[in-house]
């Protein structure tokens, strides 16, 4: 499955973006999806998780109640919509997919990234 993330973009602190994933390839009904950032100068971190038909959510700590993911497999996308953005959100976004229903564990699929900078 190829993944293609977007919608990052230079906003305010306070401000929202919506990021996509959309994927190609095969249907994503059958993967765990995540987004995952990093950080200038920083390791790659657990953003949020949706298990297949979207029934479950796992969120970091650091994004719970401002960050929601969800998808739609009729149109193979998942989203990440972000609000109340704060400047330590700056980070390259990553989506990424897993076979199964499992919302931990190791991802096998990875879009390019998109680019969210927050200005303060």
């Known amino acids: 499955v190829q993944l293609q993330a977007s919608g990052g973009g230079l906003v305010q602190a306070g401000g929202s973006l919506r990021l996509s994933c959309a994927a190609s390839?095969?249907?994503?009904?059958?993967?765990?999806m995540g987004w995952f950032r990093q950080a200038p100068g920083k390791e790659r971190e657990f953003v949020a998780a949706?298990?297949?038909?979207?029934?479950?959510?796992a969120y970091a700590d650091t994004v719970k109640g401002r960050f929601t993911i969800s998808r739609d497999n009729t149109k193979n996308t998942v989203y990440l919509q972000i609000n109340s953005l704060k400047p330590e959100d700056t980070a390259v976004y990553y989506c990424?997919?897993?076979?199964?229903?499992?919302?931990?564990?190791?991802?096998?699929?990875w879009g390019q990234g998109t680019l969210v900078t927050v200005s303060s």
């Open positions: 990424a997919a897993r076979y199964g229903n499992t919302l931990t564990g190791q991802y096998g699929y």
């Open positions: 390839g095969r249907t994503l009904s059958g993967y765990a």
């Open positions: 949706i298990s297949r038909n979207g029934g479950s959510t």
